[in-house]
């Protein structure tokens, strides 16, 4: 006897994959978009690093260019299980890309989509490979604050890849005022972005200034762009990173509140990277604040920077804390941040700040001497408002 699900189960049901992919075609897949959202405006890293506590965690996408079922976006009827699931017809995407692509079916085509994935795979093959030396050589910047860097020692950290002409150098003296500095420092990087195209050039940058300068330098970057960042290494004289050593990625964020509000108010940051910070030291009104936030690693120290993959991790880490932020206080005039940390580490916090999104930012200054340890240096922000 037939139950009444199979009564009413249709003559014809639309034929949908059941996702079967080879491993032949996921490696094919990952291997040719690096791991990277495919759509130039956003490459993003679609895996984030196993932690101490956690494991490796996909944050993208295996999208189908014709849709996976004969209702789907791009739906192709004609195609088999088989031929839906095959690489011909995949590409990986970030989950933001993937929802505007499929919402937006009309603008995003098959061959529109499939035509995007080749030029991904083009520019993956001439711009990311990781082993020996690149077609694509890196255009250098070096932000310098009253100590010039060494050229030649910087670019021998890119060996085997080579820099293209030579370096733009940015010069932040201590003597120049906060307000003149911002200027300079804004042209020096636009004309540095501008020798190439942002998504298709890549930039080597090698810092050694200001925490403040290093900040508007990334916020001025943004975090478009592929931008690989170096520390000097004091002890070695070298801006090459250990080949042997790793470094802790883990960060402790406190701070954040249980709910949002919509009081309006300032919010604190607080970077506890190579010392802590403590709330004694922070020159501001504490009963304008809605919050003081503090992200820090278990052990601060100057030595704690080792290697380039925790630049990446503490990134990823910033990028969450600023968008929860904005999420739990969406009145806050003002950020005030304060950064206890290396200058790469600077650059890579100051490319998480979207100048479209979060309020005016405080950045601040460690002085040893005098009254307050830290004295307010530039606004980011305020050319925005």
Known sequence: MMTEKQIRKPPCEPVSSARNYSAKTLKILWGRSAGRCAVPECRAELIVDATSYDPIVVIG????????????????????AKERDSYDNLILLCKNCHARFD?????????????????HEAWVRASLPERGRSATPWRVLLVQGDYPIDATHAETALSPDHP???PTVLTAPSSQPWGKLYKSIEKTVRRFLSKGDSFES???VFPLAPVSVCILVGYLLTNRPRVRLFQHHRTRGQWSWPKDKRGSGDFVISGMPKKSTLKKGEVAICFNLSARIRSAQLPIDKKLLLGLIDIAVSEPSVHWLQSSDQLEKLGAAVANLFGAIQSYYPEASRWHLFFAGPAPAAIKVGQQLNPTMTPLVQLYEFRQAGGSAYTASLLLGEHCK
């Not at 996408?61 to 088999?80: K, Q, W």
């Not at 919402?103 to 030029?119: D, H």
């Open 103 to 119: 919402g937006q079916k009309v603008t995003n085509t098959v061959e529109a989509i499939k035509k995007l994935r080749a030029e």
């Open 61 to 80: 996408d295996i999208a189908h260019i014709a849709a996976s079922s004969d209702i789907g976006p791009r739906s192709n009827a004609a195609l088999t």
């Open 164 to 166: 293209k002409g030579p």
């Open 202 to 204: 890549r930039f080597a």
